[in-house]
């Protein structure tokens, strides 16, 4: 079971989750969460998101690119752009990925 | 009065359109997580067991890259922690329900079907039956979920790495991330967080994804608490 340790990860990333589902739900109905939680629980998403976005723009290969030859970097930047002007899920990725490929094919590999 | 099985067909019927959306990401999850090196039945799994999309995503990320299991934990935990808030807002409405249903719909509780969930219940307060609705689009949800991870698990071996397609994460989250940017603390939340995940890359064991998390949420709950203090 050369998997074993990630079973027992997922189970238990699994019950935290659910326990973090059910805590309201099921034990803390009458209770309300206090406001700095609240307001600090709004930001989560954002920022793990973020979190993510940066590095996979910019450290594509594990160090800072921060030039025009980094494809991934403008791709991203369109995206970006795409996503702010639309708002529209599908079309962000579908011309992300459309304008890396084509990047891809003129530029040097990073 | 709504029967059971109309509020149930609602939910499912409502939560179509946000279906749309999730099968590119379930797709993308399943390459992503063979990608990644997790074995497919493992990689399935996850999505039983977790059931909550960027999570997955991470928690592939950070296997791919070796990292230590209680940092793949910690990593989740705080990812996950905003389902606090669904839950908390949720609970007004399903405190009268028996325990079994409570246990069945928190397993559903995704941000995909929170949303429809709430909007039911703020919409038909009456409604004595609206848990079927909670039911309905959970369980579109999920099964639509399931569904979309295998194909992209079966896919996922046949796609050539030149295709680049691991590219889809960051611009699933861009297009996730850029329209909740309402306000300045959002925004500052946003790009703290982008900053110090470049700062923290190389801290060991991937602990930047949170520490950067961390510092993206502290900065924008400061700047709401400045703004609140000026009024």
Redesign the interface.
């Known amino acids: 079971m050369a ?1 074993l ?10 019950l ?3 326990g ?7 034990f ?6 206090a406001p ?24 594509p290969t ?1 160090t ?1 690119a921060l030039s025009f030859t980094n494809s ?1 970097l403008l ?2 930047l369109l ?2 752009l795409v ?2 002007r639309t ?4 079309l ?2 579908a011309i ?2 459309a304008s ?2 084509i990047l ?1 094919a003129f530029l040097p590999a990073p | 009065m709504a029967t059971p099985r109309s509020e149930f067909l609602h939910g499912v019927r409502d939560e179509l359109p946000i279906l ?2 999730t099968v ?1 990401f379930g797709l993308i999850y399943g390459v992503f997580a063979l990608s990644a090196g ?2 497919p039945l ?1 990689a399935q ?2 999505s039983c ?4 999309g ?2 997955q ?3 592939a ?1 950070l ?1 791919a890259a070796g990292t230590p ?1 209680l940092i ?2 910690l990593t ?13 807002s ?3 409405f ?2 009268r329900l028996t ?1 079994p249903w ?2 069945l ?3 559903l ?1 995704t941000d995909e079907a929170y949303a429809m969930a709430i909007s039911r219940y703020r919409q038909a307060p009456d409604e004595e039956r609206a848990h079927w609705y909670f039911l309905g689009a959970g369980l579109a949800l999920w099964t639509c979920w399931q569904l979309s991870t295998a194909a992209g698990i079966f896919l996922g071996g046949q796609i050539p790495a030149s ?3 691991d ?15 309402k306000d300045r ?2 925004t500052a ?10 700062l923290a ?1 190389t801290l060991p064991l991937k602990l ?2 949170a520490v ?6 502290a900065l ?2 400061a700047l ?1 608490q400045a703004r609140i203090g000026k009024e």
């Not at chain 1, 803390?28 to 969460?33: A, F, H, R, S, T």
């Not at chain 2, 067991?49 to 909550?52: E, H, N, S, T």
């Not at chain 2, 989740?76 to 389902?83: D, G, K, S």
């Not at chain 2, 939340?189 to 470049?198: D, M, T, V």
């Open positions: 998997f340790w990630l079973w027992l990860t997922l189970v238990v990333v699994g935290l989750t659910f973090i589902r059910l805590s309201f739900l099921a803390l109905g009458n209770k309300q969460l700095l939680l609240q307001q600090a629980l709004r930001f989560v998403p954002v920022a793990v998101l973020s979190a993510l976005i940066a590095p996979a723009l910019l450290m594990g800072l991934r791709a991203g995206a970006i996503a702010w708002r529209n899920i599908l962000t990725i992300g990925m890396l490929l891809q | 749309i959306g590119p997790i074995p493992i799994a996850m067991l977790v059931f909550a960027s999570a995503f991470v928690i990320q296997v299991a793949i934990i989740a935990f705080i990812i996950n922690i905003r389902h606090l808030l669904y839950s908390a949720l609970a007004p399903t405190g325990r409570k246990w719909l928190a397993y509780l295709w680049s397609l590219f889809a994460l960051p611009l699933t989250f861009i297009a996730l991330v850029v329209p909740a940017l603390s959002s939340a946003a790009l703290g967080a982008a900053l110090i995940a470049l890359f930047g994804i950067a998390a961390l510092s993206g949420i924008g709950l709401d």
